[in-house]
């Protein structure tokens, strides 16, 4: 059975940080995508960041660049969402989802076969 797990969500003060984790179990880690997603109230869920499988590289959403860093850890089948300078656009449910291949890229939601319940992040101006 696939699970993916977030912890690290909170609430934070604008400009503060947070770190977000994602324990994934019941596949091959190494073999697939990895994706960090968002969904504000009342919004669309959307990407924020990507890191590929073999060393294809992490990529992230504009509105999040030199702010975020997601990182991987193959041998413990975890990925890292480190999030500084927060805004209180940035509050939202973040999800994290895994992809064997990249069928429509790894921006695209569909792409993903397994997902996170999610964790919450609020952040207060």
């Known amino acids: 059975q696939v699970q993916l797990v977030e912890s690290g969500g909170g609430l934070v003060q604008a400009g503060g940080s947070l770190r977000l984790s994602c324990a994934v179990s019941?596949?091959?880690?190494?073999?697939?995508?990895m994706g960090w997603f968002r969904q504000a109230p009342g919004k669309e869920r959307e990407f924020v960041a990507a890191?590929?499988?073999?060393?294809?590289?992490?990529y992230y959403t504009n509105s999040v660049k030199g702010r975020f860093t997601m990182s991987r850890d193959n041998a413990e089948n975890t990925v890292y969402l480190q999030m500084n300078s927060l805004k209180p656009e940035d509050t939202a449910v973040y999800y994290c989802?895994?992809?064997?291949?990249?069928?429509?890229?790894?921006?695209?939601?569909?792409?993903?076969?397994?997902w996170g319940q999610g964790t919450q992040v609020t952040v207060s101006s």
């Open positions: 989802a895994a992809a064997r291949f990249q069928t429509h890229g790894y921006s695209y939601r569909g792409t993903y076969d397994y």
């Open positions: 019941g596949l091959t880690f190494s073999s697939y995508h």
């Open positions: 890191a590929l499988r073999s060393g294809g590289g992490t």
